[in-house]
């Protein structure tokens, strides 16, 4: 299956193709590795570089949600953006004890998220092949 986008052709000498812009796979091939790798850039892009307590995008830092010095994992699950002045001010403490809401339930990001944000949001005829974002 082939679609095409901006009407872009790949001419030979006697046809023009529609360009392809997704190909979908009719056979599995094996990807070494579908998931998005958990860096800082990473989450601070999953959560759109703002402060997962107040919302700021100055002076981000990562917070663990559960502190790691209590068990919390470096997870996709328990990292969040946050700003250093919500990091020193929730210390030790899980979000709940610091009285701190978080806007979002941190999650693992789908690789088509962060493919779609890499390649554009106007790229529509990926949706199609594309799942709603992982929860
Ligand atoms: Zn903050």
Redesign the pocket.
């Known amino acids: 299956m082939v679609r095409s986008s901006n009407g872009h052709k790949i001419r030979t000498v006697s046809h023009s193709y529609a360009m392809p812009s997704v190909i979908r796979l009719n056979r599995y091939v094996h990807a070494p590795y579908k998931g998005v790798t958990l860096t800082r850039q990473n989450v601070f892009k999953r959560d759109n570089s703002e ?1 997962q ?4 995008r100055r002076d981000l830092t990562l917070d663990h949600v559960i502190p790691s010095s209590r068990g919390g994992a470096h997870s996709w699950q328990n990292l969040v953006t ?2 250093k ?2 990091n020193a001010k929730k210390g030790n403490y899980t979000p709940e004890e610091a009285g701190m809401q978080l806007k979002r339930k941190p999650f693992k990001p789908s690789y088509a998220l962060f493919l779609r944000d890499i390649t554009g949001s106007n790229h529509n005829e990926w949706d199609d092949f594309l799942e709603a974002k992982s929860a």
Not at 53 to 56: E, F, I, L, V
Request: proline share 0%.
């Open positions: 402060c307590y107040c919302g700021t946050a700003c002045k919500c």
